[in-house]
């Protein structure tokens, strides 16, 4: 009997228990008002999860993630068909994202609005400051289709939300950026990024969108670029930094500033020094409109970009459809990187026109390229300009040869002039006369000059165009593709610049120097003709005024050319030397002058004919003189 007794004790005890329990929480269940701050904290929570999630710029593999009605209510479906019309389908399983793609090369980001390339990074390059090399970055560049549609709507691209998709295939990488009016309409930018490659295979096609755009109505592709500095002189860059165009199958041309209108363009490329962007098309465009426009005014303010560049390129629908292929290329303007895809893009690098290219092309590029194969292209550049300098030597021993020859014929010509100093006719022709005996003539000298200045040109457009030579050291130059410093000018100097470079400075010595040499030469054998410029006195003020000219123009410019031009002169002042003290030996050549003058001299045409005219003139003369 205590046993059942304590087992009904124990069940109304925890019954109490129980009921004491279930009365505590129902006192203390939450109010409305108290339910809907949890609601509200946990979608705050889950809201911040998902814009963490959009910062991240993760890859987007699918669409699957946007499917139609996913955060877009009815309503908001009737407004997006307001402003968009049938592409309202897009927007409804697109964002604000960015599609982030790399290879080997390349570290690229797609704006879904848009569905252009928003962001270009070479992975291989930094600019002058070690900074990462953006061919496009924080809104510097656009790429956008105006077109109409069949509901009298203007719409571009630009401002339109494009569906990612990207895929792999091997080693290249697939981006599809898709503009819905339904899955199976749509306006697609087709990416193809392959490892190892500069070249982006890129087209624009449409499907089912025959009944949507207007093809009635013009359709232009707008492609726009604001250049940015990578080099440490924006204004030397500037000077480099220019549009190129390929046309009429194989023609090449560009413009530094101002506008153009081309017809068959097979590319366009946006040069900026060493690095390029240019769009490629299989189907040649037509009717294009390009422009390009200085950004840089004052180089202590405009330090971010070089120049802006635009064009305004017409489509054609082909059945009522989008369908063009096309390429990107967005890296170095390197001759043999570019003039290995065979598409002409190495006009992209100015060697010079005619027989300047020609020589840059077939002798100094493969010269240059095999040198700095083994040895730094410090040395490269001394061993070419050696090379060089040794090649041309016979052209200064016959330009030196021809100021000896005048030099000692000078005492003969003087008297010449004095005896005739009444008749200017006849000392004429008796000087040419003695110059033609004597096997010398100041055309002479002048020619073997002439002969080296396709090289010295060839040179001068070589050295700032030679990628190979960007960021490589030697001695206290950090980089030959740009000027160097020994000093930091608190000031700047008009032309010169705020700072000191020893190159120029060796260059401006050794240019003296050598035309010290060469002028003073010239000085003492070229007399002075009644009636014209006193060449003596030009020859002494180009003595002082072109090293001068170097010190200024060359402080700014890569110290590869002006390490070339003081290696040349030092070398040239060796020849000279050397041509005069032990190969040219005046007395032997006097004798030989004076053989000549004795053996009867072989006129030529051209000769002849002067002669006559000579004397028909000196007999007009006199029979002038005679009337009077």
Known sequence: MEEKKLDINSIIGFVLIFGILAYMLWQNQPTPEELEAQEKAKQEQVE???????????????????????????????????KLGAFAYSAAQSNDKETVVESDLFALKFSNKGGFLSEVRLKEFVDYDSIPIYMIKD????????????????????????????????????????????????????????????????????????????????????WKLKGFRHAKSISYENRYTDLHYDYEDGKADYTRDGEDDVEDVSWIGYKQHFFSSVLLTDNKFKNVKVKTENLVQDEEIDTVFTKSFASSIP???????????????????????????????????????????????????????????????????????????????????????????????????DAIREKYKDNKM?????????????????????????????VFYALFQFFPSAFDLRQKSFLWVNDLSSYDVIADLPFNIPFYGNHVSLFPILASIAIFFYMRLTTGQNMQSQPQQEGMPDMAKMMKYMMYFSPIMM????????????????????????????????????????????????????????QKKMAEMMEQAEKQKQAQQKRK
């Not at 022709?429 to 002439?450: I, N, R, V, Y």
């Not at 123009?553 to 040349?568: C, E, K, M, V």
């Not at 030092?570 to 032997?588: A, M, P, T, W, Y």
């Open 48 to 82: 911040a999860e998902q814009k963490a999630k959009a910062q991240d710029d993760t890859l987007l593999t699918t669409a699957a993630d946007y499917a139609v009605g996913s955060g877009v209510d009815s309503l908001q479906m009737i407004q997006l068909k307001n």
């Open 139 to 222: 809104n510097n560049a656009s790429f956008n289709i105006n077109f109409g549609t069949t509901d009298s709507r203007i719409l571009n691209t630009k401002d339109l939300p494009f569906v990612p998709k990207v895929t792999k295939n091997g080693d290249v990488t697939v981006v599809s950026m898709k503009l819905k009016v339904s899955e199976s309409q749509f306006l697609e930018y087709r990416y193809e990024i392959k490892e190892g490659d500069y070249m982006i295979d890129f087209a624009i096609r449409s499907q089912g969108l025959s009944s949507v755009i207007n093809s009635s109505q013009a359709i232009n592709l707008d």
């Open 315 to 413: 489509l054609e629908l082909q059945g009522g459809e989008f369908n063009q292929t096309m390429d990107w290329y967005y890296g170095p303007s390197d001759f043999k990187v570019l003039n290995a895809y065979d598409r002409n893009l190495d006009e992209l690098v100015p060697f010079g026109w005619g027989l300047f290219g020609w020589i840059n092309r077939y002798i100094f590029m493969p010269l240059f390229g095999f040198l700095g194969g083994y040895m730094s292209y410090g040395i490269a550049i001394v061993v070419m300009t050696v090379l060089v300098k040794f090649l041309l030597s016979f052209v200064q021993y016959k330009q030196f040869l021809s100021q000896a020859k005048m030099k000692i014929l000078k005492p003969e010509l």
């Open 426 to 454: 006849k000392a004429q022709q008796e000087t040419m006369a003695l110059q033609t005996k004597a096997g010398a003539s100041p055309m002479a000298g002048c020619l073997p000059a002439l002969i080296q200045l396709p």
């Open 551 to 606: 010190l200024f123009f060359f402080n700014n410019y890569a110290s590869g050319l002006s390490l070339y031009y003081f290696i040349s002169n030092v070398i040239s002042i060796g020849i000279i030397l050397v041509i005069k003290n032990f190969i040219l030996d005046e007395d032997k050549i006097h004798a030989q002058i004076q053989e000549k003058k004795k053996q009867p001299k072989k006129e030529n045409r051209f």
